[in-house]
């Protein structure tokens, strides 16, 4: 049986994207950079928008996450994706739940973007950061 | 004629540099490389070879309907003038810079090309990270010209085939400078590490494929700045390792936006560029450095580290 040229060449184009990765995972290459420093946390808000200036931070504690206030009252969710962070600024669309799941998480952020997914953190003070986040939500409706 | 396929051959040595890189980041700089990361971007690469198989032929039907307007005529056997070779390259790099360029300016044309931004790293698997739906705009008209000016589609793909595996290589943060010259002239790393930059002075810059003296001409050209670290990604950065939301986001995007619009501003939703909205919500690359740069004026820029102190052969290595 001849097999098609263009279906030949992307088995053996699978087969090396399934190699290379497997390789990257192998050598442990993205060792996770977790995110405790509050300066760390204002360099990252920056990033996501030039000119955020936290003046309230708070850190999960396994440093995968992080929620930042700016003087304007703005609230920025900042989570990790793989070895890097991502974030937004928190519009009416989010919420906050809290969840007592030691060791785990106690709040759970949702942005209201459904591909961003949710951010599971375990920060200090969570009840005060989940009243201000579900007061977006009630300020936008007032 | 030639039956040649550049970078069918270059493929293998695609995947030899990206060991290599992997290699070197496992001893120089670990945190270059993600797996989940890798598997995208080289899936990108293997997608859009198939929906280039399954898509590309109309872009190549309408080259050879321009070629028979052709206004100069290098005879039947047009691949034995040897001088129309260089010349064919460099005048579809030009192209290359135009297409490029409205690939970052006009939404529609973004939304294809969006995919080789998506990633937050930097190194020689984002080169794979191709897209899989150019052939869904209309970027081949960037190209039509060249064509009607005499020169043969396939001497374009040809051609076409180097341009893309020499843009290749300058995805990595291994090499930080190549020698001033080299760098006058050439894409390098340094130029196009700027262009994969989020930072607010290096948005929308340093569109060229090959030739960077097309930046320089058109008013494109921004040099990196070394006590700057570049942030790679886009605006908007994606937090997700979905294939497919990679590859349609903005396409999605564009569409829900069109739906929502108000009907006068529908078009401009197409062909405006990205980050325009008809209310002034969101903000485009224009607006976002205009921003950056009123309050750098206003406040005085603070020094940040090096890019080199995060990568010791660039650092180490001032010229490869």
Redesign the interface.
């Known amino acids: 049986m001849d097999v098609p040229p263009l279906v030949l060449q992307t088995a053996g184009s699978l087969v090396a994207i399934l190699a290379l990765a497997g390789l990257a995972w192998w050598l442990r290459l993205g060792p996770a950079l977790p995110l405790t420093l509050d300066d760390e946390v204002r360099r990252i808000a920056a990033e996501i928008e030039d000119g955020f200036t936290p003046v309230a931070i708070a850190c999960d504690e396994e440093g995968a996450g992080a929620l930042a206030r700016d003087a304007q009252g703005r609230i920025m969710l900042i989570r990790s994706h793989g070895n890097r962070f991502v974030g937004r600024v928190l519009t009416a669309k989010a919420t906050a739940l809290l969840k007592d799941h030691p060791g785990e998480f106690n709040i759970i952020i949702d942005c209201g973007e459904a591909r961003f997914g949710k951010a599971f953190l375990t920060i200090a003070d969570p009840a005060t950061w989940a009243d201000a986040i579900n007061r977006l939500h009630a300020v936008h409706d007032a | 004629m030639p039956d040649f396929n550049p970078t069918?051959y270059a493929?293998s040595l695609f995947?030899v540099a990206?060991?290599a890189e992997?290699?070197w980041?496992?001893f120089r700089a670990?945190?270059?490389?993600?797996?989940?990361?890798?598997?995208v971007s080289?899936?990108f690469?293997?997608g859009s070879?198939?929906a280039g198989?399954l898509l590309g032929g109309f872009a190549l039907w309408l080259m050879f309907i321009a070629y028979d307007y052709r206004v100069i005529d290098f005879g039947p056997e047009w691949w034995t003038v040897w001088w129309a070779w260089p010349l064919c390259f460099v005048l579809d790099d030009f192209a290359y810079y135009w297409s490029h360029r409205a690939g970052h300016r006009i939404r529609w044309m973004w939304a294809a090309h969006v995919n080789h931004h998506s990633s937050?790293?930097y190194n020689l698997?984002t080169a794979l990270r191709q897209t899989w739906t150019g052939n869904l705009t209309f970027g081949i008209l960037f190209t039509l010209p060249v064509v009607v000016l005499g020169f043969h589609p396939v001497m374009i793909a040809i051609c076409g085939g180097f341009n893309l595996i020499y843009q290749f290589w300058i995805h990595t943060e291994a090499i930080k400078r190549m020698p001033a010259w080299f760098e006058a002239v050439m894409n390098t790393p340094s130029h196009h590490r700027v262009h994969h930059a989020?930072n607010?002075r290096y948005l929308d810059r340093n569109y060229a494929g090959v030739f960077i003296i097309w930046d320089r001409m058109f008013g494109t050209f921004e040099p990196e700045v070394d006590d700057e670290p570049i942030?790679y990604?886009i605006v908007k950065?994606?937090?997700?390792?979905?294939l497919l939301?990679s590859v349609f986001?903005e396409w999605a995007g564009m569409l829900t936006d069109i739906w929502r619009a108000p009907w006068w501003h529908k078009l401009s939703y197409l062909l405006s560029e990205p980050g325009w909205s008809h209310d002034g919500s969101r903000e485009t690359s224009d607006m976002?450095r205009a921003?950056?740069q009123a309050?750098v004026e206003g406040e005085g820029a603070s020094p940040a580290p090096s890019v080199a102190t995060r990568n010791p052969i660039a650092g180490a290595q001032e010229a490869a």
């Open positions: 069918q493929v995947v990206v060991l992997m290699i980041a496992k670990p945190e270059a490389y993600e797996p989940k990361d890798t598997l080289l899936s690469g293997l070879t198939v198989a937050q790293h698997s989020t607010p942030r990604g950065q994606l937090g997700s390792f979905n939301w986001h976002i921003r950056w309050r």
